[in-house]
């Protein structure tokens, strides 16, 4: 069943586009929140449990791991959110060209560094 | 034949993944500014947040989608680089582990809301 048809996978050769740059790191970013989701309900059920848990949660964020930690899941959630939108503007044919499709794959990524990175130095401990 | 691995299910997928970024891509927004216009966000602001019943469907909502979206795109993710003949049986076993484990998290979620009073 099966066609026998040549792979090219060389990671250290393929040269994506920057669509494709985006959209790997919507894939990763993806499977990485998804990991991230019990994480996430652990975190909101101390937060409203009591106010020293709510302590407790508060510091961590605070905290050198929780900072680390904390950026990289605002920096994810942000680019999934943005190259998402894009993503979904092509299901409607919006932006479909490739001069536009460029732009907004630049502007995706650039967006979500830009903003992650002024949020993680507003917040660092 | 049919195939177990869910043929034919993939546009009702693709469209259920859509329907639930747009609902979290409205629902997140809409939730940072209301966090942001609390009065304060000490322990009894942040509980005040989730003690209207509207709220608390609209974030056990927000989790529905979340779950949804993400177990859909974990599938996703397993076709695409489990496809081989005898991978089946593990791409299966990984789509019952993650939805029992999802469900789970919604039950959690609506516990987790429904216990601020």
Redesign the interface.
Known sequence: ??PERPYFLDLAAIRLPIGGMVSILH?AS??A??LA??CL?YT??L?????ED??RVADWFGGLLGWVLSTLTIWALLHH?LA??RH?GF?LGWGEGREIARVTAWASLLAALVVAALIALWRFP | MRRVGGARRGLDMWLAQRAGAIYMALFLPLFLLLALAAPSLDYAGWRALFLPLGMKVATLLFFAALLAHAWIGLREIFIDYLHCARCVMLRLSLYFAVAALYLACLVWAADILWSVR
């Open positions: 069943m099966k894939r993806g499977a929140l998804s989701i019990p309900l909101l059920m937060s409203l449990r009591s106010p709510f302590q959110f998402g939108l979904l299901d």
